[in-house]
């Protein structure tokens, strides 16, 4: 009796200690494609301050076996995303990967309490080869590139939304 309360003590804490904490806004299996679809929730990964040109959210996706980076720009002035536009990584080590925009995004005008914003949600799919270097590696900076110009936004250097950005990336694997 005692070994097998003992085991069942064993597997509940080794489960607990290895599950993912996987927030969903999204998981589901769409009934006309059969296509799995899985979102996570948003997460404040770049900016965050009025000081800066921006604030940037980001939710992951998968659908079957694709991988998408969603992202939501705050900026304060307007800007247009152009479809093949990029969005560049800047790790602690100095390395860069490079994302590409799947369609064009247009900010749209918002006024907030007195506070006057341009907002746009656009999508880039991760490649396997960039999945494995935004799981490991720690960014520092963040460049969007727009039709006119582009915004660098820096990661905290706290890191603890990078980390549970990277955190969220085990949730599409």
């Not at 599950?19 to 990964?45: A, G, M, P």
């Not at 506070?115 to 460049?143: F, G, Q």
Request: a neutral charge; glycine letters at 6%.
């Amino acid at each position: 009796m005692k070994k097998i309360l003992l085991g069942l003590l064993v597997l509940i804490i080794g489960n607990s200690a290895f599950s993912q904490n996987c927030q969903y806004s999204k998981n589901e299996v769409d009934k006309f494609t059969k296509s799995t679809i899985k979102t996570t929730k948003d997460l404040l990964i770049a900016g965050g301050s009025f000081k800066l040109d921006g604030t940037l959210y980001a939710s992951l996706s998968k659908i079957n076996d694709s991988r998408f980076l969603n992202i939501k720009i705050i900026a304060w002035d307007d800007f247009v995303i152009e479809t093949n536009g990029e969005m560049m990584f800047l790790f602690d080590d100095e390395s860069v990967i490079n994302l590409s925009f799947i369609k064009f995004a247009v900010g749209h005008y918002e006024n907030n309490s007195g506070s006057k914003s341009w907002t746009a949600n656009a999508s880039l799919r991760i490649v396997d080869e960039n999945y494995d270097i935004l799981k490991t590696k720690n960014a520092k900076e963040i460049r969007i590139y727009l039709k006119e110009g582009y915004l660098d936004l820096p990661v905290p250097e706290k890191k603890k939304y990078w980390n549970e950005f990277k955190e969220s990336l085990k949730c599409i694997e």
